[in-house]
């Protein structure tokens, strides 16, 4: 295995070690199934960067997949918010709902929105368990949401951009230019 490889594995484990302990801690089977959708989304959107052969994707993946569990850790830390059951105190945002909203906007961005529709769903349906469960209300969901999405769009580039629309805007002039390459 190249050193590269070996990092990417090392950086992909970590991040579903440090999603993976909620997922003993529940005894629902409602919460069980949204813990396992929570790091099979994201597992499927690395594993996409493999069926499609797509190293540079992969490389976009992990900065994507790192941004965003830093940022949920650190945001954790920081505002300290009690969860609705009172449990403790790592509330806002939710991780689970953050690791599943990237994994589906990985794919939406970099693949296409068709192909990550069923991921979406996925991704609801662990807000709504992390709801169902009392450890988040909506606001620590959605903030979750808006993390796990705003990592992938910013970080992750289209696997066939052939389209490009730019804006020109001057104190005279209003345009747009469309250009697709065939």
Request: charged content about 15%; proline content about 3%.
């Given at each position: 295995?190249?050193?590269?490889?070996?990092?990417?594995?090392?950086?992909?484990?970590?991040?579903?070690?440090?999603?993976?302990?909620?997922?003993?801690?529940?005894?629902?089977?409602?919460?069980?199934?949204?813990?396992?959708v929570?790091v099979?989304?994201p597992?499927?959107?690395?594993?996409?960067?493999?069926?499609?052969?797509?190293?540079?994707?992969?490389?976009?993946?992990?900065?994507?997949?790192?941004?965003?569990?830093?940022?949920?850790?650190?945001?954790?830390?920081?505002?300290?918010?009690?969860?609705?059951n009172?449990?403790?105190?790592?509330?806002?945002?939710?991780?689970?709902?953050?690791?599943?909203?990237?994994?589906?906007?990985?794919?939406?961005?970099?693949?296409?929105?068709?192909?990550?529709?069923?991921?979406?769903?996925?991704?609801?349906?662990?807000?709504?368990?992390?709801?169902?469960?009392?450890?988040?209300?909506?606001t620590?969901?959605?903030?979750?949401?808006a993390?796990?999405?705003?990592?992938?769009?910013?970080?992750?580039?289209?696997?066939?951009?052939?389209?490009?629309?730019?804006?020109?805007?001057?104190?005279d002039?209003?345009?747009?230019?469309?250009?697709?390459?065939?």
């Amino acid at each position: 295995m190249s050193h590269k490889k070996c990092a990417a594995s090392i950086l992909l484990s970590s991040g579903l070690i440090l999603t993976s302990p909620i997922c003993i801690a529940n005894d629902s089977d409602l919460t069980r199934a949204g813990d396992i959708v929570a790091v099979a989304i994201p597992a499927i959107a690395y594993g996409s960067t493999y069926y499609m052969d797509d190293t540079a994707g992969r490389k976009q993946f992990y900065g994507s997949f790192a941004t965003n569990l830093a940022a949920t850790q650190v945001l954790k830390a920081t505002v300290d918010k009690e969860r609705p059951n009172g449990s403790d105190n790592n509330s806002f945002p939710s991780r689970h709902v953050s690791v599943a909203f990237q994994g589906a906007s990985f794919i939406h961005k970099r693949y296409g929105l068709q192909y990550s529709i069923p991921a979406y769903v996925g991704a609801g349906f662990v807000a709504y368990t992390r709801l169902e469960a009392d450890e988040h209300d909506t606001t620590d969901v959605l903030a979750g949401a808006a993390l796990g999405i705003a990592s992938s769009m910013f970080l992750t580039k289209s696997y066939n951009d052939n389209l490009h629309i730019a804006t020109n805007l001057a104190p005279d002039y209003y345009g747009l230019t469309v250009n697709y390459q065939f």
